[in-house]
């Protein structure tokens, strides 16, 4: 289907700034503040008051759940939607390339993570370099512009991505026996050294700007060094200002890498996938390294066949902050059901469960100030759900974002005809216009 038509569906869908709601009549799971039937009233995009009864303002809507339930908007740590490219493969380092230069506000899949109550997530680089692009945090507001989806005051990140896909070399294309594209690595050790290579060089580069500006301070009249776009990304880590999000699977891989984290001083904020965590729980935890994982994903590459589902409740024991991602736009739509799985697979409670989410996913993203949990104060990022999320039975009914209903489902079910009217208008336009284009195609230059 053509953008345009794209742009004109997700129009449909933006709606003005939100009068003060209630929603009331609702079992209110908060996550971190337990459980109880009645109101959450919703101020200025924000939560003003979750309490068994709440005063309803002036002019305010209200809206009755009918004993449904309502959770804060599920956090994906990793994502690849709303990006029309993923991968710069052609270097080991693209560090000087980011995510957020790619945003396309018009991705469909951004509406269906809505519709499956997702409400913020983590958009990252792909996973062919050691060290990837920088990633950035969006919060699924369809209908905007790309420059709307971004969630403000977020810490930026960067990806970072061991074993098998940064080690690919290139394509077995030519003769016999020959292959092309080469790229340096092409083994785990050598993924190793990039990764450490490419810091002691940011190190360096980190030292010779603050030469350049003590040297300032001191009244010197002095040339500053060269900018490198893609060393500054990895300064800022080593700064503690921008998070590091690695791809990863086996427990070797883990263990080396946290080893060379510790060696230049920085923290892995959080290793994605990590499907051997469950080897190595106590040094990622004791490193301070979150793991946002897979329910119960295994076997569909060589890295995979040690995977098991019990992983994320055996980290969860063992101290280690936990979330479980999609990285797929597919899976995104069921994160809650994911979520349910690690209650028969390890035996955690719903809280627990529920946590893997929503705030435990806010705490690796540093945003648990401001979502993650129902609590006064926050974003008001709220999903309606008919059931208990954790049933596999649950459908989303209606989903808040800074207190402005962006997903009702009713209102998707009576609308679906007049947009197929409207998307059959637009490709006949399309169709008409296309014999003028060729026509002015021929046109002599």
């Not at 038509?5 to 209110?28: G, H």
């Not at 040339?223 to 427990?251: M, N, S, T």
Request: with cysteine; proline share 4%; charged share 25%.
């Amino acid at each position: 289907m053509t953008r345009l038509l794209w742009a004109a569906l997700a129009a449909s869908f933006t709606l003005p700034a939100a009068p003060p709601v209630v929603i009331q009549n609702a079992r209110v799971l908060t996550v971190t503040r337990g459980s109880f039937t009645g109101a959450v009233l919703v101020k200025d995009g924000k939560i003003a008051e979750a309490a068994e009864k709440v005063m309803i303002p002036p002019g305010a809507r209200v809206i009755d759940a009918g004993g449904q339930y309502l959770m804060p908007g599920i956090i994906d740590c990793h994502s690849h939607i709303a990006a029309d490219s993923i991968n710069e493969g052609a270097v080991s380092v693209s560090s000087m390339t980011g995510i957020e230069d790619v945003l396309n506000p018009d991705d469909i899949s951004i509406y269906r993570a809505l519709a499956g109550g997702v409400t913020t997530a983590n958009i990252l680089h792909g996973s062919a370099n050691s060290i990837g692009g920088k990633c950035i945090v969006i919060k699924t507001r369809w209908g905007s512009a790309a420059e709307g989806l971004k969630f403000k005051g977020a810490m930026p990140g960067i990806k970072f991505a061991l074993g098998e896909n940064p080690k690919r070399r290139g394509m077995d294309d030519g003769p016999a026996g020959s292959r092309r594209n080469l790229r340096y690595p092409g083994t785990r050790m050598g993924v190793e050294d990039v990764i450490r290579e490419a810091f002691t060089e940011a190190k360096a580069y980190q030292a010779r700007w603050k030469e350049y500006e003590a040297g300032k301070a001191r009244g010197e009249t002095l040339i500053p060094p060269r900018r490198d776009l893609k060393l500054e990304p990895l300064v800022e880590v080593l700064e503690g200002k921008r998070f590091v999000h690695a791809h990863c699977y086996r427990a070797d891989e883990i263990l080396m890498l946290l080893r060379v984290a510790d060696e230049f001083g920085f923290k892995i904020r959080t290793l994605q996938h990590v499907l051997e965590g469950y080897k190595v729980a106590r040094e990622i935890a004791a490193h301070g390294a979150g793991a946002s994982t897979f329910s119960d994903w295994w076997s569909y590459k060589v890295e995979a066949y040690d995977a098991i589902p019990y992983n994320a409740a055996i980290m969860v024991r063992k101290g280690v902050l936990v979330s479980l991602n999609s990285d797929s736009a597919e899976l995104m739509r069921r994160l809650n059901t994911e979520a349910a799985k690690t209650m028969k697979y390890g035996g955690l409670t719903e809280t627990e469960a529920l946590s893997l989410i929503t705030i435990n996913p806010a705490k690796q993203l540093k945003i648990d100030d401001r979502v993650g949990s129902i609590e006064v104060g926050k974003d008001a990022d709220l999903v309606l759900f008919d059931k208990h999320p954790l049933s596999s039975f649950a459908k989303v009914q209606k989903v808040f974002i800074d207190g402005a209903l962006y997903f009702d489902r009713d209102r998707d079910l009576s609308e679906r005809q007049l947009l197929q009217l409207k998307k059959k208008k637009l490709l006949e336009q399309e169709k008409q216009s296309a014999p003028q284009q060729k026509k002015q195609d021929r046109r002599p230059q």
